[in-house]
């Protein structure tokens, strides 16, 4: 209920117990289990391991709770009782994210030689058209709970604009830094909202590096950074792709998931989801394989896993697909483990082979992707080819972003069939019928 300023959240536990985050109770860490209460922290103070939230999930009835979830909005807020946000969290003002499209991809899935059945999960349907404001709105919920004015983060772009319209819709300041060279198209919806939007020299490391400095100072006092130190909170929002593709699919599990990695953290929590929807007995346990899409020209955790290697070796990322051009990955380590626990893969492609994928998902589809989604179905592709993934079976890919932020890649390569002068003549010479 109570707001409590930043300095109780994070001294007393006493205080941190009147922080209202629904069925959240604990942070607790992913590598010792250590628990600390919930508050803008993000790294383990026994063994720095980074911090998830634990939860006291409503048990014992599945079937009354899928029918609470089926009777909510048509949006994340349908899933509040598993997230760590108050229970009036939907009567607030928000943007209103998720429920997105799953798309039955029979033509794609023909052209693949998929013959068990292949969805696209398109989340550039969300109000800022790319998944970040799922991950977006629950932070948002944290940085009220712990007395932030200014919302912040570091971005490769999409970020930045979910923080900046969530940022004016929650009544919250808004000051996000980014990588300068980004696409134009990323830069201009980001900066619309109306809040700072600083262009750092350097990548997208640099920029991390730099705001995780700027929590320890003065100038960063009052600020909750989306991914940083609310990363814990932020990462969960990430779960309600899971749940939606499940519901979607008529409550259970696909056998085949394909998701791009940036900092990984998307991958981490859809898995997480579905370990919570099989633990509640929402969907059917069986087993279910997730495969992590990288481009070449940012390929740490791709690298890593063929590798055999357990670390990340950070790269310096040069590829189109700049939404997940994270050199030095977070959750890196973490995905590895689920890839492999899955009995799924992490794979790499070319730019090239970006561009193709993304023509063809519009081709076959009607779904103009971004490159961080033309990088999932070139994977999804390459699965196929290589006979990793199993025609056979049920196959969900996510498609993050919206193709209109990332023009860039495609403009070399897409346009005008023919330019003709307005007679019939000169129609019939262009040759096209
Ligand atoms: C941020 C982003 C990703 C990667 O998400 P992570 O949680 O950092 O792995 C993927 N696709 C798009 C479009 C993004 O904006
Ligand atoms: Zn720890």
């Known amino acids: 209920m109570a707001v409590e300023t930043v300095a109780s959240a994070t001294d007393s536990p006493e205080a941190a117990e009147t922080v209202d985050l629904g069925p959240a109770t604990a942070l607790s860490c992913r590598e010792c289990s250590a628990r600390f209460p919930l508050g ?17 999930l409503p048990s014992g009835d599945p079937e009354g709770l899928r029918k609470q979830i089926e009777a909510g909005p048509n949006n994340i807020w349908r899933y509040a009782p598993l997230l760590p946000v108050p229970a009036d969290v939907a009567t607030k003002p928000n943007l209103e994210p998720g429920f997105t499209k799953l798309i039955k991809a029979d033509r794609l ?7 068990g059945g292949l969805w696209v999960k398109d989340d550039s349907g969300n109000p800022t058209h790319s998944f970040k404001d799922r991950v977006v709105a629950i932070a948002v919920e944290a940085a009220r709970a712990f007395g932030f004015t200014t919302l912040s983060c570091s971005s490769t772009g999409n970020l930045a604009g979910a923080v900046g319209a ?16 980004l696409e134009p198209a990323k830069i201009i919806t980001a900066a619309v909202y109306g809040g700072e939007l600083v262009g750092i020299e350097g990548n997208y490391d640099d920029v991390n590096r730099f705001c995780s400095e700027l929590i320890g100072d003065p100038a960063g006092e009052g600020w909750g950074f989306t991914n940083i130190n609310l990363r814990p909170y932020y990462g969960e929002g990430s779960k309600t792709l899971a749940y939606e593709i499940c519901e979607q699919l008529g409550w259970r599990l696909p056998d085949n998931l394909i998701i791009p990695i940036g900092s990984g953290s998307q991958l981490t929590k ?39 290697h357990d670390a990340i070796r950070p790269v310096k990322p040069d590829t189109i697909a700049k939404s997940i051009a994270i050199g030095n990955p977070a ?24 561009v193709d994928a993304i023509k063809l998902l519009a081709r076959t589809e009607g779904v103009f992707a971004e490159t961080a989604g033309g990088t999932t179905f070139a994977v999804l592709r390459k699965l196929l080819e290589a006979g990793v993934i199993d025609p056979a079976e049920e196959t969900v890919a996510i498609n993050t ?25 000169s129609f019939r010479e262009a040759g096209l019928v």
Do not use: M, W
Request: proline share 6%; glycine share 12%; aromatic share 6%.
């Open 401 to 425: 972003g919206d193709g209109l932020k990332t023009l860039d890649g495609l403009s070399d390569s897409t346009g005008l069939s023919a330019t003709i002068r307005p007679t019939l003549d």
């Open 40 to 56: 803008p922290n993000f790294v383990c103070l026994e063994c720095f391991g980074p911090l998830e939230v634990a939860y006291n």
């Open 166 to 181: 969530a940022a004016v819709r929650a009544g919250l300041k808004s000051c996000v830094f980014i990588p300068h060279d």
């Open 270 to 308: 859809i898995d997480k989801g579905l370990q919570e929807l099989i633990k509640l007995g929402l969907v059917e346990d069986k087993p279910y394989k997730i495969y992590g899409a990288q481009a070449k020209g940012c390929d740490p955790v791709s690298a890593a896993y063929k590798a055999g």
């Open 331 to 354: 959750d890196g380590p973490y995905v590895i483990d689920i890839a492999r626990r899955t009995g799924g893969a992490v794979e790499d492609v070319t730019d090239p082979e970006i």
């Open 109 to 115: 899935a023909a052209e693949l030689g998929v013959t």
